[in-house]
């Protein structure tokens, strides 16, 4: 039978009390970590380091950078880290051209916001002033445009209604097709009041209406191709389709 080796208490002591040691140095080294970063981490919220730096505007067209960092209310001072994004949202929301924000943070101090805005389909004329219209048919009467967008004069659209319907359809229009809307007028009858006269920049004239517009002028660059070259008129885009050619 193989003899036990007897380990006496007073040989365990010193490995024992090692072993504490060790053990309790690891815990000191944690817990002076912890503490040296949260000193480090109020150094920092306090320090310009935190602050921003840089703001990139991104999806805007329209409405020029100063004009929403201005509305955002952000600026060198603003520590990146207390953006209350809730109220910078609201705040750039008050320019009616904006339709979606979104604000991005981008370490160490960068802020980017992301806009999109709504879709100018034309403009009212208001005595020597042309006022923009967005798709939703909302005017804009006062309001700073850095770059003015290109879209159809709208006359006679004195009813809110109609001029709501209108924007509506020229916001689904395809980009190449409404480029070529030039004017639209508003010509109601007693047996139709949707009734609208266009002319187009290569010099055709459309009559349509505002039920279907949008889906009915999507062929028109159909329609246009199977005329002869050089041939002028009427494009009718009502209950039916059909060229008038006008005499020369």
Known sequence: MEEKKIVSIEDRIPKLKEARKKKANRRLLFYLSIFFLLIAAIIYLQSPLSNIKHIEVTGNK??????????????????????????????????PLIKEIKVKRKLPQSVQI????????????????YHPVLESGMIINKHNISNKGDGPLLINFDDEEYLKRMAKELGEIPDHIFN????????PTEKNKYKVVLYMNDG??????????ASKMKTYP??????????????????GTYFEKLEK
């Open 62 to 95: 329209i409405i020029s950078d100063e004009e929403i960092i201005q509305l955002s209310g952000l600026s060198p001072e603003t520590n990146i880290w207390v953006i209350n994004h809730k109220q910078l949202k609201q705040s750039i929301e008050k320019n």
């Open 114 to 129: 992301q806009i999109s805005e709504h879709k100018i389909v034309g403009y009212v004329k208001s005595e020597l002033e």
């Open 180 to 187: 070529l809307i030039s004017e639209i007028s508003w010509e």
């Open 204 to 213: 055709f004239i459309v009559h349509a209406t505002l039920r279907n517009f």
């Open 222 to 239: 159909s329609i246009i191709a199977q005329l002869d070259e050089g041939e002028k008129g009427i494009v009718h885009m009502g209950v």
